[in-house]
């Protein structure tokens, strides 16, 4: 399973990537295949900002649902719009184009408290 | 947890394992999404050896079954299967079952994995019949075929010309193995079910010969998941979801299985006061066209108030629409209803239908 570096990681299973003051995020390379097949994500289209550590929105998979927590807080700038028809392409591409989306990050310092590559994957195999 | 005699197979195969009913069982191998269309399109096969098998066995086999079960075992000859239930005396679903008539004084009665111990203990508090009972669920291997490849499948392997219908079996030599060869499953599509007894060595032989005689037509290994969904497009009862000791088979739509001018059976008294006082409630199939994912334990609205809830939903990969089955208040029950899927709060309009979902071309 791949966990890249240079991404950080929280405990539910999101990924943020942070280019300047934007994050993209969206789900790892685990909790996809956990989730298995990924049938549609469900964030609300008029959702304008997110909090560090509550919900954004609901991945629904055959087999389960699952929250999305959000690694930051922020604005949000755009939500994939690929997944209203393809979601599946997170079980493809989780850190690629199956990212979810893409936030203005207001409190940088929040970023410290999450995880890089190496401590998500030890949490993993605890 | 208990282990079927294809899990080292499973294993090599990468499934993803989980505990169900007891056992470590295959709930995907790769996707449930692929493997239910592999089912639905060509051919796939499930190791359902977790499945109980009861034999019965005497001169009285057939009043036991007559007593125990709702339908009406005298109809079967040798060689036919039915699908049947047990009840309690009040009418509740201890299991729902095939039976298998094997002659005229032997039966077997195939039960549901989670359900072994206590259909067994049933069986034996109400054999007033001196039969003999013998639970063999653990020497039985069960694979499930499935698809409309899967009859030229197992042709190529079988020592006699396939041409059992639905709801029939015979005894076959498969892959080398002498084992039952039923024309029955749980997907709706064509399907055989081989039952057959033997170490891990020869299950592994039956299943690789029956990918090798599939390999023309792409067969796959098919998971639990895609099980669930299978018999979901076609509204098939799961015991434990859609059916349990709190439910009737009337309610539930089972009253084709149960016959209720038999004669006397376990819960008969019970099911005809609920015949005669009406239902209060009906399992009903329902498709949404929204985007949504009904689960197992939701509510189920009209006009403000909850009328009942769900008790099996997926997205259909068929359909690639929401479907559920559900109880819902007898008033409300009726075909071209609406009612609403509540999902975390939001109501999701949702139509009653008819069954099965995926309709067969």
Aim: with cysteine; aromatic share 10%; glycine share 8%.
């Amino acid at each position: 399973m791949n966990f890249p570096e240079g991404l950080k990681y929280t405990k539910d299973h999101e990924w943020i990537k942070v280019e300047g003051n934007v994050g993209t995020i969206g789900i790892t390379d685990f909790a996809q295949s956990e989730l298995g097949d990924i049938v549609f994500v469900d964030v609300d289209p008029d959702l304008e900002e997110v909090t560090f550590g509550e919900s954004f929105g609901t991945i629904e998979a055959v087999k389960t649902v699952s929250d999305l927590y959000s690694p930051c807080t922020g604005k949000v700038l755009e939500i994939n719009p690929k997944l209203e028809d393809e979601p599946q392409i997170i079980n493809g591409d989780p850190y690629g184009e199956g990212w979810i989306i893409k936030v203005e990050i207001s409190d940088p310092d929040e970023l410290n408290k999450l995880m890089d590559s190496a401590a998500y994957k030890a949490q993993l195999n605890q | 947890m208990k282990k079927t005699k294809l899990f080292p197979v499973h294993e090599k195969l990468g499934a993803k394992i989980v505990e169900f009913a007891g056992f470590a069982m295959p709930v995907q191998y790769r996707s449930i999404i692929e493997e239910h269309l592999a089912v639905r399109n060509s051919v796939g096969v499930f190791d359902v050896s977790h499945m109980g098998e009861v034999i019965v066995k005497g001169e009285k086999a057939l009043d036991f079954v007559q007593y125990i079960t709702v339908n009406n075992a005298a109809k079967l000859t040798p060689g036919r299967v039915q699908y049947s239930a047990m009840c309690y005396p009040d009418g509740g679903i201890v299991d729902d079952l095939l039976v298998y008539k094997i002659s005229d004084d032997e039966f077997m009665l195939v039960i549901n994995a989670s359900n072994i111990e206590k259909d067994f203990n049933w069986m034996n508090e109400n054999n007033k019949f001196g039969v003999e009972l013998r639970n063999e669920s653990d020497e039985f291997s069960l694979l499930a075929v499935q698809g409309p490849k899967s009859q030229e499948t197992i042709q190529k392997i079988i020592d006699k010309p396939l041409d059992i219908e639905y709801y029939h079996y015979f005894y076959a030599n498969v892959a080398g193995v002498d084992m039952l060869v039923s024309c029955t499953g749980y997907t709706g599509e064509l399907g055989y079910e081989l039952y057959f007894k033997g170490d891990e060595k020869t299950a592994e032989h039956v299943w690789n010969t029956v990918f090798e005689a599939g390999k023309e037509f792409n067969i796959q290994p098919a998971g639990l998941g895609a099980r669930d969904s299978l018999r979901l497009e076609m509204g098939y009862c799961l015991y434990g979801n859609d059916i349990d000791k709190t439910t009737n088979p009337l309610e539930a739509g089972l009253g084709w299985i149960t016959k209720l001018k038999k004669g006397e059976f376990i819960g008969r008294e019970a099911l005809l006061k609920v015949k005669e006082e009406g239902l209060k409630r009906k399992l009903v199939p329902m498709v949404s066209d929204e985007r949504a994912f009904p689960r197992h334990g939701y509510d189920l609205s009209k006009d403000g108030k909850v009328v009942g809830y769900i008790t099996s939903g997926t997205v259909s990969p068929v359909l690639q629409k929401p479907i559920a089955l559900g109880y819902v208040d007898v008033q409300f029950a009726n075909e071209g209803e609406t009612v609403n899927f509540v999902i975390r709060g939001k109501e999701i309009p949702a139509k009653i239908v008819t069954l099965p979902f995926v309709k067969k071309s």
